[in-house]
């Protein structure tokens, strides 16, 4: 196990409303993802870590933003969900240079 | 703008059959990733490929790249009913340390 906590592993909540996902890793690794998951699409890139403080776009980026203070946590940020941002979001870190990225457990996160 | 596609999309297979699972992706690129996903879990890392020509094996399951035609395969030999999952092939753009995903494939293995 690498050590991904995504945090929570479930949440409902209202449109409108701020909401922030936690990725928590416990091995020092330097790159961190944010994926969503939808039915017929893969998965997606938001946003990546690159070390902290240093961040950029993925491919649907447009509504989220992250933040990373310290190396072992990711944060994910929807200031203000909306239903189309329903999904299961997934953390990833990469291990080292030409390792698989190794995923956490998925957050399903539901925005009436 | 790398895509990825993956073929089919869907299958349904007998056990005791052979298959094949194609990845097309649309850039140049040497470094691919399979994965597999069970039902409502997390992603597990199956094959890394990261040269033409590499071939990597593992129980019933075998993957090739082939660089020069963007396709990558990942063949089922004798399927049996525990391979049925969702297999997804991952590419990373350019040595970027980004991965695009194909849409990934349904595999149900049927007795």
């Known amino acids: 196990d690498a050590g991904i906590t995504q945090s929570p592993r479930h949440k409902v909540t209202e449109t409108g409303t701020p909401v922030t996902l936690r990725c928590h890793q416990t091995e020092n690794h330097r790159y961190m993802y944010w994926y969503r998951q939808d039915p017929g699409h893969g998965l997606r890139l938001i946003h990546y870590?690159?070390?902290?403080?240093?961040?950029d776009k993925g491919e649907v980026s447009d509504g989220y933003s992250v933040s990373r203070s310290k190396t072992e946590d990711f944060l994910l940020t929807l200031e203000s969900a909306t239903s189309s941002q329903t999904s299961v979001y997934f953390c990833?870190?990469?291990?080292?240079?030409?390792?698989?990225?190794?995923f956490g457990d998925g957050t399903r996160l539901s925005i009436l | 703008e790398l895509k990825v596609e993956q073929n089919p999309l869907f299958l349904s297979m007998q056990e005791g059959k052979n298959y094949t699972i194609y990845c097309n992706y649309s850039t140049t690129s040497d470094r691919l990733y399979w994965y597999r996903q069970d039902p409502g879990k997390s992603l597990e890392s199956l094959f890394v490929?990261?040269?033409?020509?590499a071939v990597k094996q593992e129980g019933r399951l075998m993957a090739s790249l082939d660089t020069k035609a963007r396709l990558s395969t990942l063949h089922i030999t004798a399927a049996v009913h525990d391979l049925s999952a969702t297999y997804f092939c991952a590419v990373d753009i350019g040595g970027s340390e980004k991965l695009v995903f194909g849409k990934g494939t349904k595999l149900t293995v049927n007795p």
């Open positions: 870590s690159y070390g902290v403080k240093d961040t």
């Open positions: 490929l990261l040269s033409n020509g």
């Open positions: 990833a870190i990469r291990p080292g240079v030409l390792k698989p990225q190794h």
